[in-house]
């Protein structure tokens, strides 16, 4: 897909369907936030099998959430979620032009402090932690 486009990528594979959405401006406004959140909004799609997980941030110079990325996925398992988020972050990167880092394993300045999600123990579980455990080969 274009940089330019609103769909960045879609998927469809035997891990399902999972449609990444975000526009370059707001990479570029994502890799500038130390933090964000993470949120499902079940009523959006869940009608028609897909579930919305949406990345967002509230930056004080806004004075309002604003949403970073979209991701429409027609799975909810812990690998889904995981590769939600090794998917978005890897396009997010490249479209950004900017390396993906952690505070804790970077230790940078321009790194991502913190994640407010408000999802259930077994989503958390199957989506950051294994993520990062394999991008930094600690996964099994």
Not at 12 to 39: H, P, W, Y
Not at 44 to 59: C, K, L, N, S, V
């Amino acid at each position: 897909m274009a940089r330019n486009s609103y769909i960045q990528h879609i998927y469809n594979d035997n891990d399902g369907v999972m449609i990444i959405c975000f526009f370059q401006k707001q990479a570029e406004i994502f890799l500038s936030q130390r933090t964000f959140e993470v949120n499902m909004p079940f009523k959006r799609f869940h009608d028609q099998g897909y579930t919305e997980i949406i990345f967002a941030a509230w930056p004080e110079r806004h004075g309002n959430v604003i949403t970073l990325a979209r991701v429409i996925v027609s799975q909810q398992r812990q690998r889904t979620y995981m590769l939600c988020f090794q998917r978005v972050f890897e396009l997010l990167s490249e479209r950004a032009s900017k390396p993906i880092e952690w505070r804790h394993l970077h230790k940078g300045p321009n790194c991502f402090q913190a994640i407010v999600s408000d999802m259930d123990g077994k989503q958390m579980a199957g989506k950051l932690l294994i993520y990062v455990a394999n991008l930094y080969g600690m996964g099994s």
